[in-house]
């Protein structure tokens, strides 16, 4: 089992960058993978991006170019950075990881977007 928690975020004026971060409660190395969701009010979780082990990403289409995902073994974190940011990005962001065929998730970043 593994424990999610993230952090960072909050709201910025149109344009600025964010960063978020998820820290795992064990090595995320054993992880499959780890994502990053969000859900805006009214509509559904959404697919952000996602980071396996062997470092291999996907973006959303809405978020190609202008988000990176990346992963620290030694901190058991993920980031998501947010460049560019744009109202329909505001949303709470979720982290989630998956192993073993269980998937797991933290409880959410809120208020994270642009103003």
């Known amino acids: 089992q593994v424990q999610l928690v993230e952090s960072g975020g909050g709201l910025v004026p149109a344009g600025g960058s964010l960063r978020l971060s998820c820290a795992a409660s064990?090595?995320?190395?054993?992880?499959?993978?780890m994502y990053w969701y969000r859900q805006a009010p009214g509509k559904q979780r959404e697919l952000v991006a996602v980071?396996?082990?062997?470092?291999?990403?996907h973006f959303a289409d809405s978020v190609k170019g202008l988000f990176t995902i990346s992963r620290d073994n030694a901190k058991n974190t993920v980031d998501l950075q947010m460049h560019s940011l744009k109202a329909e990005d505001t949303a709470v962001y979720y982290c989630?990881?998956?192993?073993?065929?269980?998937?797991?998730w933290g409880q959410g970043n809120q208020g994270t977007g642009s103003s």
């Open positions: 989630s990881a998956t192993e073993l065929g269980y998937e797991y």
């Open positions: 980071i396996t082990v062997g470092d291999n990403t």
């Open positions: 064990k090595n995320i190395f054993s992880l499959n993978a």
